[in-house]
């Protein structure tokens, strides 16, 4: 997952600042996302992570700064817009027409997600993690050179966050760009290449072992200890 160290980045934010009102969400947040590499962002709930990924994703015009993106995007923020009464195999068809996409990608992403015996399964009847599955599927089906994945993590079991992980390693693995937000910062240390630390602001950007030699509990060190200094 390290061949994308040097290459062009696949996106760029440039001093992102945004505010709602009196409360001032991002502050100058410039960081970058290359090819072949896993991007951890990651922060406590209410950081600014989503609030950065919206703005990437052109949801949300930042107050001031740019966001630069090199390619096609898929992205997984929620499983709200599922309908709970189509079938797997329906709901991801309903997004490949809008897409403009073919029945043969439906299948190939759901061959990759592991979802290919579940087609005929309703939305509503579908676990957590297999609903996790379907906003990856639907993610994936633009062939997206910046996969952006918030909180993908969320309701796993063990099971199904060594799943996800092996996958993100074989995303990057192809050549494409990973940048996953989460705040669960033990289990993403085991996923990803580089990270960036935020709180309102970058606390820090940079590699793993240059954050936590790739040990999950001194990530977690270095992150509170990251935010203590901010805070003092």
């Known amino acids: 997952m390290n061949q994308g160290a040097t290459a062009t980045p696949t996106a760029v934010f440039d001093n992102l600042s945004k505010s709602y009102g009196a409360h001032q969400v991002l502050r100058d947040v410039s960081f970058e996302v290359r090819p072949g590499r896993v991007t951890g962002l990651l922060g406590p709930n209410g950081a600014g992570k989503s609030t950065t990924l919206r703005c990437l994703l052109g949801l949300v015009r930042p107050d001031s700064g740019t966001v630069t993106v090199h390619g096609r995007v898929g992205v997984t923020m929620d499983s709200l817009g599922f309908h709970p009464n189509v ?23 759901l061959r990759k997600v592991g979802l290919a015996e579940a087609t005929r399964k309703r939305v509503r009847s579908c676990s957590t993690g297999m609903r996790q599955r379907l906003a990856l599927a639907t993610a994936l089906l633009p062939d997206p050179d910046l996969l952006v994945l918030d909180e993908p993590l969320n309701g796993l079991d063990p099971e199904g966050i060594r799943w996800m992980r092996d ?8 050549g494409r760009t990973v940048l996953i937000a989460s705040h669960m910062l033990s289990e993403v240390a085991r996923t990803v290449d580089d990270v960036v630390v935020l709180r309102g602001q970058v606390l820090f950007s940079g590699s793993l072992e240059e954050l936590g030699d790739n040990d999950p509990e001194q990530l977690e060190s270095a992150y509170l200890e ?3 200094a901010q805070g003092s």
């Open 167 to 174: 996958l993100v390693g074989t995303l990057a693995a192809e």
């Open 87 to 109: 079938t797997v195999g329906r709901q991801l068809r309903i997004a490949a027409c809008s897409l403009g996409l073919s029945g043969q990608r439906v299948d190939e992403v």
């Open 226 to 228: 990251l935010a203590s």
